[in-house]
């Protein structure tokens, strides 16, 4: 089984990286080094909660407790959000409209 550190940095990675972002931008948009954020992404130590906090806001994220009897339901929604390319809320760094539009 993953641990919780290698399961966190797999998916601030995954996110980083869909979003072309550099560790170097994603350190200075959380206020961290990027020592930090390369460790953090290699689940390397035993975060803070309030540098994961900060270096998910960094990428557009939130970090939110969900009860363990919903979480097939979360999953499934956002399964369901990556396959059909839908948005469930709007707020992603991504989703700012263009100016020129």
Do not use: F, H, Y
């Amino acid at each position: 089984m993953e641990s919780i550190s290698k399961s966190l940095g797999r998916i601030l990675k995954g996110r980083r990286l869909q979003l072309d972002m550099s560790q170097a931008t994603v350190a200075r948009l959380s206020g961290k080094a990027q020592a930090q954020i390369a460790n953090l992404e290699n689940g390397l130590g035993d975060p803070r909660l309030s540098s994961v906090v900060q270096v998910s806001r960094a990428l557009g994220c939130e970090v939110v407790l969900v009860p363990v009897r919903l979480v097939p339901t979360v999953r499934s929604l956002i399964e369901d959000r990556v396959l059909s390319n839908r948005k469930l809320v709007g707020n992603d760094p991504e989703d700012e409209e263009d100016d020129d539009e």
